[in-house]
């Protein structure tokens, strides 16, 4: 089994900050990738940002230059600091990963999500 579990949601005030970090534990034998995704009512869930092995990064061009994810290999962990909040950051908050597993003979990757985390940016 695998799980991962997100903290560091809440409420903010526009204009602050926020960090969110998601660790994932259980049988793994490796993490290809994590990321975080978002979804506000009504609306699909979108990526926000994601980090591969080796440090590649992405953004979604509505959070660039205010949102930074980065990732602790030795902990298998991911974090999202979050800058200069705005109410259309408002979502739950999703931490994905992409985590292969060796099964008996089998080895593949395997897609898994965190339960999710409100942000809620309000004044």
């Known amino acids: 089994q695998v799980q991962l579990v997100e903290s560091g949601g809440g409420l903010v005030q526009p204009g602050g900050s926020l960090r969110l970090s998601c660790a994932a534990s259980?049988?793994?034998?490796?993490?290809?990738?994590m990321g975080w995704y978002r979804q506000a009512p009504g609306k699909q869930r979108n990526l926000v940002a994601a980090?591969?092995?080796?440090?590649?990064?992405n953004y979604a061009d509505s959070v660039k230059g205010r949102f930074t994810i980065s990732r602790d290999n030795a902990k298998n962990t991911v974090y999202l600091q979050m800058n200069s909040l705005k109410p259309e950051d408002t979502a739950v908050y999703y931490c994905?990963?992409?985590?292969?597993?060796?099964?008996?003979?089998?080895?593949?990757?395997?897609?898994?999500w965190g339960q999710g985390t409100q942000v809620t940016v309000s004044s």
């Open positions: 259980g049988s793994i034998f490796s993490i290809n990738a």
């Open positions: 980090i591969r092995n080796g440090g590649n990064t």
């Open positions: 994905n990963a992409a985590i292969t597993r060796i099964l008996g003979a089998t080895t593949r990757e395997y897609a898994y």
